[in-house]
């Protein structure tokens, strides 16, 4: 590469960052464009920039470092895409039948599932969040277990690093997950680690593994991985997928859309 060659690379990388930080989030053919340049060298710049630990790379874009370690609060989260998760939920309720033993793993999206399991029969429920415990115990006669571990400062969840002997001698048939981050290559991310670890002791000792996750985390990766796309038998997000995610994802996981009732 010659002298000024690498001079505009790195003067371009430079406003990558720039971007990439104010935006949190970029995709390859908005800054092919601005840049004037191609695909593939921008996707040069942003693997240069993630081997330099400055961005964090997804499927067709880049992350913000600083993002991928973000979390909002309960309170916050819950007034978010409210109707597309209420619409992702009601797509995931058509895969527990009556008799079932379910895990539902904390989160707002999961948080609608709960909501609607009293349409269901005979349920066993193991849960991580005392709010999923309270409102079942209040509007179901399920059986309801509350895994052991850490209650996390100011949210509603136990995590790990202690492990549940609960679990060892539990046979689930599905395990309900929500995610902060879903690409391709990443799987389902959290910026929680010990969220991450308890979830990963469910998935465990579970048959199905389903992932509740709204359009906007799509192509998002956080900082903790929970589970890869492999072991994932559906993938539940809503009709705002951007058509590129959508297609990268439905090659490598079941995907369900849920249609949202903008009424």
Known sequence: MAKNEQFFAVERQQQ?????NRNKRIIVPELSELFGVSATTIR???KALEDASLITRT???????????????????????????????????????DGDTVALMTGTTVMELVKLLPQKNDLTVIVNDIQFAAWLQQNSDFRIYILSGVLR?????????????????????????????????????TPDLGNAL??????????????????????????????????????????????????S??????????QVNCG
Do not use: W
């Open 249 to 258: 994802i439905t090659d490598s996981v079941n995907t369900v859309i849920a």
């Open 59 to 97: 499927h067709g874009g880049a992350l913000s470092v600083s993002k991928t370690r973000y979390e909002s609060s309960p309170a916050a989260k819950a007034t978010i895409m409210s109707a597309q998760k209420l619409a992702i939920a009601t797509a995931a309720l058509d895969y527990i039948e």
């Open 153 to 189: 400062n100011n949210y509603n969840y136990v995590t790990s690093p202690m492990k549940c002997e609960l679990l060892s001698i539990l046979n689930i048939d599905k395990v309900f997950i929500t995610c902060n981050g879903f690409s391709k290559e990443a799987g389902a991310t």
């Open 198 to 247: 308890k979830i990963q002791e469910v998935i465990e000792r579970s048959c199905s593994v389903y992932v509740l996750c709204d359009s906007s985390k799509i192509g998002s990766v956080s900082f903790a991985h929970i589970v890869g796309t492999d072991r994932i038998d559906a993938l539940f997000t809503d009709s705002g997928i951007l058509e590129d995610d959508a297609a």
């Open 44 to 46: 040069k710049d942003l």
């Open 16 to 20: 990558i960052i720039e971007i990439v």
